[in-house]
């Protein structure tokens, strides 16, 4: 298993923002970055609504990825996006188990299927976003709880020998709340979630991993996970919908 090879910097803008103003935000993004040579791999995670208008405009070397996806692959599933439309749209990344989806959406019993399916079904690579609540962090589960989460969204994928996939470790306290993991924390949580995903997938691991961490970084504190052992990227929220914040950590991480 392999590192992935390029550092990568994913925007999620959530529901923060209705269809015309994430064409506005992507159309700003797509023209500063279009034609440029970007260490980083660089990723806009928009709602469902603004993913058609705006895979039509976007320019290599930004990407695009989904915030979501069903578990089933087509039928009479109401509300839901399938994986075939995304592949349509050219996405090359889906979230999946945000904890605001877990909180809100049922989605833990959801992501072993959904993992299941992007894998199984695309080339797309999957962001499985796992993390600790802050009673879980107060009572030292915090190891146990990631490990559960991912022996959960491996539990029925089959090989995984060609596949990249990207986890991103999100503790629920530090999501939009301004607090931020300690360096020496998530430098430590990160090397225990690679060496969690050797144990759980020993005999089927993926040919690529990448660990992020996400949870209120912005531009005061995004350098601290700069070359950090484990630390291949950063999952921002809040942060991604500001052009000038998002693209000063794009170029700077
Ligand atoms: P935040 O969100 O950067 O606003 O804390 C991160 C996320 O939920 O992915």
């Excluded at 040579?37 to 990723?43: A, L, Y």
């Excluded at 695309?122 to 609540?133: A, K, Y």
Aim: aromatic fraction near 6%; include cysteine.
């Amino acid at each position: 298993m392999k590192n992935i090879s390029k550092k990568i910097i994913i925007g999620n803008w959530k529901m923060n923002l209705n269809y015309k103003d994430s064409v506005i935000l992507g159309k700003k993004i797509i023209n500063n970055l279009k034609g440029r040579r970007i260490k980083n791999e660089v990723v806009i995670l928009p709602d469902f609504s603004a993913l058609s208008s705006i895979s039509q405009i976007i320019k290599k070397p930004l990407v695009l990825g989904a915030q979501d996806i069903a578990k089933n692959k087509l039928g009479a599933y109401t509300g839901e996006v399938s994986l075939e439309s995304l592949k349509q749209l050219n996405c090359s990344y889906i979230l999946i188990g945000h904890s605001e989806r877990r909180q809100y959406f049922f989605d833990d019993e959801m992501i072993a299927d959904k993992m299941k399916n992007v894998l199984e079904n695309s080339n797309i690579t999957p962001i499985l976003c796992i993390g600790e609540t802050l009673g879980q962090k107060r009572s030292g589960k915090t190891l146990s709880v990631l490990e559960k989460q991912i022996k959960t969204a491996f539990s029925k994928i089959g090989k995984l020998a060609n596949k990249k996939i990207i986890i991103a470790y999100e503790p629920v306290w530090a999501i939009g709340t301004g607090r931020v993991v300690t360096v020496a924390d998530a430098i430590a949580i990160h090397k225990k979630i690679k060496s969690l995903v050797e144990k759980i997938c020993h005999n089927n691991l993926p040919k690529e991993l990448g660990i992020i961490y996400g949870g209120s970084v912005n531009i005061n504190n995004f350098s601290n996970f700069k070359n950090c052992p484990d630390i291949s990227g950063l999952l921002i929220g809040g942060t991604s919908l500001r052009v000038g914040d998002f693209l000063n950590i794009v170029n700077n991480f």
